[in-house]
């Protein structure tokens, strides 16, 4: 059962990320990614994640989406047509690439392994809580981790200053 | 024992002097031609300390300096000369002076000319000293830098080419060596050893005759290119023909003489059995060296490429004599670099003198020279005797001594390698007839200036030797007899003590290379 | 499971330069007026007090952070280079900026922040850590790479973000393979799990994982076949960055990839060494001939770049601590002389104008004579011609490849060099050869006492270190003791 749902998420997911690389539309393209986004946060709810869930679907599919589909209105993006289809060699290249990807993911599913479980099994999550497993393991375990996220976090937005304010 | 350090005094004099030479001021160009002048003087004449001062009964390595450099890896700043690189060292220092002399007529960026020279003369000196294997590397490469400038700065049209072609064709050769030094350095340690790049320690080494023969192919290409043997040769016309005046000299008479001492001072002694081994190979390739260089020789219409092509005759010569094995062919291989040194350098000189006058090389625009420079005639005549070896000047005890050890070693060289004397006659003379005889008939040539002071002053030191090492090779010779025999003792010793090593079948060094490749399995 | 003072200790120099950004940028704020001069030397303030508080120099092996960050002669060691890229990179931005009117406390801010995830991807021994330390590291250079907002700039910038976010893409998914195998991502948990069960290392899921992991470190070490972006990137970045792109990410990329592949995978160096055998015949060859064929000199060091990735390849192929020491220094030979060489590209433009064509240094040799010697001498150096610290880095990287048997790469590897002396030549050739033009193209440098102060800086740490090298060898040798 619960795998079927998986398969069904997983679905929806690799569809929203086709979705948004041939929309024409902007607007189509962003909803794609909603798509996606909303699948993943069912793939962690599967996976006993609430907390990871829940922000997965406010910051992602809530905060950051909004804000996509907000400046693709304000540049109001006209519906780009899509190039001519020509099948160059950098094409065929690519897909063969995309196929020999392919490949490489499933290699391990093929071989039937499972691997190791980690320390968040669904025991322990039950006897502590997401939230509180999650928060202790981020702030003692996973400092740095955590930490260098916030320096990166300043370098983004640094980086969208100096390359998107007008006048600097 | 600790003594004044000659050899790292002159050595590194020139480079001190190229330093001071930066802050003589650009405009004062007599200032720093003089300055020049006198940093390869003083070098000079302190290097003649080391021909009283060195002791001919003693084969092994004298004036000796060492100190520790990179202590982690086994590399020091280890120098010393014996027998075979006190006259090179001599012969460095003294045709920088003349070639200082000779380039008193560069106007052309004279401060870096006298800069890239002095630098010069330090790599030179640097690479006939090491006795540590990286130390020496160093120095050989580092020696390309100032010459590939004297080349591409100041020399002819086609400079830029010729200037290219040197540094690539030195460069390939010389970082294959610089694998195999590499790989001798754990077979060293493999073989239970400190870790060292000491060459005498690594004499020492005995190494099964199929791992030699690797080891001598990376090291005798490199080498070899710089000799430069048929048929890795062909740089050497091209770099020839454009370099100065005083590039060809120091080319012709230094930077040559490093193949053939490589070959005596590494490539030889480290690895004896394939020395056997290739043999045959490399007489081969001599003989065909001296008649093909003769050959060619013979049908240039350009002075200077004459005199190129014939180096490549006279150097097949002393490859001839190294690979004879034996003390006469030995010796005369290194007596005849010596004379080579002095007899092509003073034939590029004399060709410069010319071309300073006359801006072409051509042999058809010049006839009857004798006429309007008579001394300047004399002086070239000379000079020709002595590279086509005349008894009396020095070419002909090299020439005599290499066919000798040649003739008990293999007598069909040696009879091949005598057409090349005959050739050697023939086109040497033929050039010069064309060049100073027959009819004056050319307008532009008879007003001809004949020897200036200067030009005086750097050519008669040049004849002097010639007769000095033609009539009493002792004065030469019997610096090297000490150093030649222990040479040849330690290589017919580590010869023997080889063979017995495993040697694998005939096609054992294909499978070797095959191995090579994908090491990981079976790596120590 | 908390941290403590100790842990503090191993990332005060992190944050000595996370402090020297902000401030920097807090900086520009409050300045009076335009006068902002100062600003770059306020960061490298931050980069020397940052220098003197780096730990574990020569101290054992020493880890915080609950064994993500490491505090070992190995980090401090690459600290060091990356100190002193980021002084240099900052010297040689200076004028340059001031002169394209583009001198802003972000650029000089995003260098430092830069800065810190290279280190920390130096320090880090944890693939987590890793990871992000990448990402700071990597979202910092693709805005500089676009910040000079021309069109060649953003298509730098954006190539190189679409290729770098694809290779964090393989970096993580090899990641997670590795965590689903190993059940850890820690670098010595991996290597404990390795070393305890023999056939984990043949299980599929554990190879991907290596493979995606070495495939996501080849985009960013910019190696052939994951080379594309580097001539866009590098050609069409404000040349300062190229310099930082091309000295700085090498080496912490390098750094993180001698911890993984010298620690973490030691136990299958014979199933690593095979494919990255060919990936370093490939860089460097590739690399080599593209190069060759380049008229414009800052593609052409771009393309020289990718060679020299392929030249410290082969020192990871031979994976002893002996090739990691050669590594290093081949690190900080290269940044010297790499930054010095971009430094000479910058004074021959002016505002607008590159002037990176070959043809536009004919006769600059005697023209200016302390520029020409210096191209020469960062043009030797990259060549692997004695006596500079490229030399040696060269000899001791080909040093260690022999030492494990190597020789048919060696080979190839020395041939390569060959090869490139031509390139490097030309430009020499050109300066010094070759007659100026009747209209000169370069008719004065761009050159400030800071930019004067970076090159000699570079020039003397590639003669310095070509000279004496024994020192530094010993501290390489002791950093690669303390990670293996």
């Given at each position: 059962m619960t795998l079927a749902i998986f398969f069904v998420f997983a679905a929806f997911a690799v569809l929203g990320g086709i979705g948004v690389l041939l929309a024409r539309n902007p607007i189509h393209s962003a909803l794609s990614l909603v798509g996606t986004m909303v699948s993943l946060a069912g793939i962690y709810l599967l996976h006993h994640a609430e907390f990871i869930f829940a922000i997965q679907l406010m910051v992602y599919a809530g905060a950051i989406m909004t804000l996509i589909v907000f400046v693709i209105m304000l540049l109001d993006v006209r519906h780009e047509e899509a190039e001519t289809e020509r099948l160059g060699f950098a094409k065929v290249f690519g897909m063969v690439l995309a196929g020999l990807m392919v490949v490489v993911l499933l290699v391990p599913l093929a071989a039937g392994l499972t691997g190791k479980p980690g320390g968040m099994t669904e025991e322990v999550l039950a006897r502590v809580g997401s939230v509180e497993f999650l928060s202790e393991k981020l702030f003692t375990t996973y400092l740095l981790p955590f930490e260098i996220a916030s320096v990166l976090l300043l370098v983004g937005l640094v980086g969208a200053v100096a390359l998107a304010k007008k006048r600097l | 024992m600790s003594h004044f350090p000659y050899l790292s005094t002159i050595t590194f004099l020139p480079l001190l002097g190229a330093l001071v030479l930066l802050?003589?001021?650009?405009?004062?160009e007599g200032g720093i031609r003089a300055w020049t002048l006198a940093v390869t003087a003083i070098t000079f004449v302190i290097s003649l300390a080391l021909w009283v001062r060195?002791?001919?009964?003693?084969?092994g390595m004298q004036f000796v300096e060492r100190k520790a450099w990179i202590e982690s890896l086994g590399i020091s700043y280890y120098v010393g000369i014996d027998g075979i690189s006190l006259w090179l060292v001599l012969l460095t220092t003294f045709l920088s002076v003349i070639c200082v002399l000779s380039s008193?007529?560069?106007?052309?960026?004279v401060k870096e000319y006298m800069l890239f020279f002095l630098l010069l003369e330090t790599g030179m000196l640097g690479a006939l000293i090491s006795l540590d294997l990286v130390l020496f590397y160093i120095f050989w490469e580092a020696m390309l830098i100032p010459m590939y400038f004297l080349i591409g700065v100041w020399g002819g049209t086609d400079r830029i080419y010729a200037a290219i072609k040197f540094f690539i064709y030195t460069m390939v050769g010389s970082l294959l060596m610089l694998v195999a030094i590499l790989a001798l350095y754990y077979l060293n340690i493999r073989a239970g050893n400190a870790p060292t790049f000491d060459l005498l320690k690594l004499y020492e080494l005995n190494l099964a005759p199929n791992v030699q023969f690797w080891m001598f192919a990376a090291f005798c290409l490199a080498f070899a290119i710089k000799v430069p043997m048929w048929p890795l040769h062909t740089w050497l016309p091209d770099a020839h023909t454009q370099a100065p005046t005083a590039g060809s000299v120091i080319l012709a008479g230094v930077l040559l003489k490093m193949g053939t001492y490589g070959f005596l001072r590494f490539a030889m002694p480290l690895f004896p059995n394939a020395v056997e081994a290739w043999a045959p190979f490399m007489m081969v390739v001599a003989v065909i060296g001296i008649i093909y260089g003769a050959l060619v020789a013979m049908v240039q219409d350009d002075v200077k490429k004459l005199v190129a092509y014939s180096s490549v005759s006279h150097l097949g010569f002393v490859m001839l004599g190294l690979f004879a094995l034996n003390m006469q062919g030995v010796q005369g291989g290194l007596y005849q670099s010596l004379n080579h040194g002095i007899s092509t350098g003073a034939l590029f000189l004399l060709v410069g003198v010319i071309y300073e006058r006359r801006h072409t090389r051509a042999i058809a625009d010049f006839g009857g020279l004798a006429k309007a420079m008579p001394n300047y005639a004399v002086v070239f005549l000379i000079i020709t005797m002595s590279s086509i070896g005349?008894?009396?000047?020095?070419?002909f005890v090299g020439e005599f001594l290499i066919m000798l050890g040649a003739f008990l070693t293999s007598k069909t060289a040696a009879v091949f390698a005598a057409t090349g004397v005959i050739l050697a006659a023939g086109y040497m003379l033929w050039m010069v007839k064309r060049v100073f005889f027959g009819p004056l008939d050319k307008e532009e040539n008879q007003g001809l200036a004949d020897l200036t002071g200067l030009e005086w002053g750097y050519l008669i030191p040049m004849v002097v030797m010639a007769f000095w090492m033609g009539i009493y090779p002792g004065t030469f010779l019997r610096k090297t007899d000490a150093t030649l025999e222990l040479w040849l003792e330690r290589f017919e010793a580590k010869k023997e003590a080889c063979r017995s090593l495993e040697s694998p079948g005939a096609l054992a060094w294909l499978q070797d290379g095959l191995n090579l490749v994908f090491p990981g399995s079976h790596a120590d | 499971m908390t941290f403590s003072m100790a842990d503090m200790r191993l990332l005060t120099p992190h944050l000595v330069i996370t402090a020297a950004a902000l401030l920097v940028l807090l900086a520009e704020a409050v300045s009076p007026g335009r006068r902002k001069g100062y600003l770059p030397y306020l960061g490298i303030a931050g980069i020397v007090v940052a220098a003197f508080t780096t730990p574990g120099l020569f101290g054992p092996a020493r880890s915080g952070f609950s064994g993500m960050l490491a505090g070992d002669a190995f980090a401090a060691f690459v600290y060091f280079i990356l100190y002193a890229v980021g002084a240099l990179t900052l010297l040689v931005s200076d004028a340059y900026l001031r002169d394209e009117g583009r001198d802003h406390a972000e650029y000089y801010a995003l260098v430092l922040l830069a800065l810190v995830g290279m280190m920390l991807m130096a320090g880090a021994t944890h693939l987590m850590s890793v990871f992000l330390a990448l990402e700071t590291m990597s979202i910092a250079i693709y805005a500089l790479a676009g910040f000079f907002r021309d069109e060649r700039s953003a298509e730098a910038s954006f190539k190189y973000f679409i290729l770098g976010a694809f290779s964090s893409g393989f970096l993580l998914y090899g990641i997670a393979l590795l965590y689903g195998a190993c059940g850890t991502t820690e670098i010595q948990g991996i290597l404990d799990a390795f070393a305890s069960n023999r056939a984990l290392a043949g299980s599929p899921m554990a190879l991907a994982g290596v493979g995606l992991v070495t495939v996501g470190f080849a985009f960013k070490v910019a190696?052939?076949?994951?080379?594309?972006?580097?001539p866009d990137a590098y050609q069409g970045a404000p040349t300062s960055v190229t310099a930082f792109m091309a000295t700085g990410v090498k080496a912490a990329a390098f750094a993180a990839v001698l911890r993984v592949f010298f620690v973490a995978f030691q136990t299958l160096h014979v199933d690593w060494s095979g494919v990255l055998w060919v990936l370093a015949l490939l860089t460097m060859t590739l690399g080599n001939l593209t190069a060759i064929a380049q008229t414009d000199v800052k593609r052409m060091l771009a393309y020289s770049s990718i060679a020299h990735a392929g030249y410290i390849l082969v020192g990871v192929v031979a994976g002893t601590p002996e090739a990691g020491a050669g590594i290093l220094y081949y690190l900080l030979a290269y940044a010297f002389m790499n930054i010095g060489a971009f430094a000479c590209l910058i004074m021959v433009g002016r505002k607008g104008h590159?002037?990176?064509?070959?043809?536009?240094?004919?006769?600059l040799g005697f023209k200016f004579p302390a520029l020409g010697l210096a191209m020469s001498l960062f043009m030797f150096s990259m060549a692997g011609i004695p006596p500079t610290a490229g030399f040696i880095g060269k000899f001791l990287i080909f040093k260690a490849a022999v030492h494990q048997g190597y020789y048919w790469l060696t080979i190839f590897g020395v041939l390569n060099s060959a090869a490139s002396v031509y390139y490097y030549l030309r430009v020499i050739v050109t300066m010094y050869f070759k007659p100026e033009p009747d209209t000169p193209v370069v008719e004065g440098l761009r050159a400030g006492p800071s930019m004067a102060l970076a090159t000699i800086l570079a020039g003397l740490g590639v003669l310095y270190f070509g000279i004496v090298p024994g020192g530094l060898v010993d501290l390489a040798e002791q950093a690669l003791r303390y990670l293996v």
């Open positions: - | 802050l003589i001021p650009r405009k004062s060195f002791d001919p009964a003693q084969g008193w007529g560069i106007t052309k960026q005349l008894p009396g000047l020095n070419g | 190696a052939v076949p994951f080379h594309m972006w580097t590159e002037n990176t064509e070959l043809d536009a240094f004919a006769g």
